[in-house]
């Protein structure tokens, strides 16, 4: 059930998304990080400013919500994007477990604003001698040992 | 056509992904990034110290190319992974334009070896509602805006 609550932080998210628009940060896209009712990071795309192509809202509002919570654990928060989240933000969404996400326009929308994220969705779809990208399997054999060695390490800690 | 040049920056990148484990700095995983036979970028997992679960090899690799580099747009780049990027990672190389990815393990050995890689490529594949990632929409009327008003801007630059 959608409260108030989280329409005004939807709303913050949309009015990062606009400010983009005329500070050229980057492209039209917001996102607010949200625990236990309290705003813990909010950004804008950030990618033409910091010439960072992973400097989306959301990477860049997960990367300050860590700093700010000490942790790279986010379990109990929710996000606010103002954009359903590309694969990479999404990706991004899982490892930092993330509860529950809220998001305004979708992939389709995006694409139509002239962005990848639909592209690359069916990009990943594919199995990888398919893709668009040039994938090329090499030296497995070898980058298998860091895996070997890792499962025998004891001390070792998940994320 | 592998070569001797692209198995000695795969090694390279396995060697950063075995130093992980001694180190700590986070999982088992590393990359490089090559510009016309340079190296512009190499960095391991940095998930735990940096305490960024963005921090994945690829990911911080990227970034440092885009900063040595002063660019957004990786475009002629090869990036080198010990193992299959994640959605995540595999997300930003498409932003990042990289033309070409070599690869050592692939997601079934990530899983294999306690990593979410594989789960989070099936979660994607799902339509929304069917994920186990709690995914809500909301105010999409007013989202929109800011798409319609990036249309209407002249001066935006594409990433």
Known sequence: MDTAEDEKFMRLAIALAESNI???????FGAVIVKDGQIVAQSG????TLKDPTAHA?????RQACENLGSFDLTGCT???SCE????????????HIDKVYY????????AAGFDDEHIYKELEKPIPGRVLNMNHLLREEAIR?????????????Y
Chains 1, 2 share one sequence.
């Not at 005329?22 to 039209?28: D, E, N, R």
Request: proline share 6%; hydrophobic share 40%.
């Open 22 to 28: 005329t500070s050229l940060a980057g492209g039209p």
């Open 45 to 48: 795309n950030q990618v033409l």
């Open 58 to 62: 959301e990477i860049s509002a997960i």
């Open 79 to 81: 996000i606010y994007t």
């Open 85 to 96: 989240p590309c694969p990479m933000c999404l990706g991004a969404i899982y490892w930092a």
């Open 104 to 111: 305004g326009n979708t992939r389709t929308d995006a694409a």
């Open 146 to 158: 860091a895996f070997t060695l890792w499962g025998k390490t004891d001390e070792k800690q998940n």
